[in-house]
Nanobody, 121 residues
């Protein structure tokens, strides 16, 4: 089971940190990714991290977003800085897939519930 939380409303230029916590039968030694879907737009892979900490990002987000694992390894964070209105979306975490790049990936079996991020003045 995955639980995603940390969304909210923030002004442009602000920051948020999303959390994705794994529990139950989900091993901490699997890859995790964050996706987002804005109204009227396709879902896109924002960032991913492997079990050994290799990260990958949507090119347009490099330098603003950072994915990391917590000390206990069963929580993955998405730090989002300098947020823009176009970052407004529902953010989902996914685990157990293979995330080669933002355009080449295999969805994992586990989804967290979405958490809404709204960037607005």
């Amino acid at each position: 089971q995955l639980q995603a939380f940390g969304g909210g409303t923030v002004q442009p230029g602000g920051s948020l940190r999303l959390s994705c916590a794994a529990s139950g039968s989900i091993s901490s030694s699997i890859s995790v990714a964050w996706f987002r879907q804005a109204p009227g737009r396709q879902r896109e892979l924002v960032a991913s991290i492997t079990s050994v900490g290799i990260t990958s990002y949507l090119d347009s987000l490099k330098g603003r977003f950072a994915i990391s694992r917590g000390n206990t390894k069963n929580t993955v964070y998405l730090q989002m800085n300098n947020l823009k209105p176009e970052d407004t979306a529902v953010y989902y975490c996914n685990a157990g897939g293979k995330y080669y790049s933002s355009s080449v990936y295999v969805i994992g079996d586990y989804w967290g519930q979405g958490t809404l991020v709204t960037v607005s003045s």
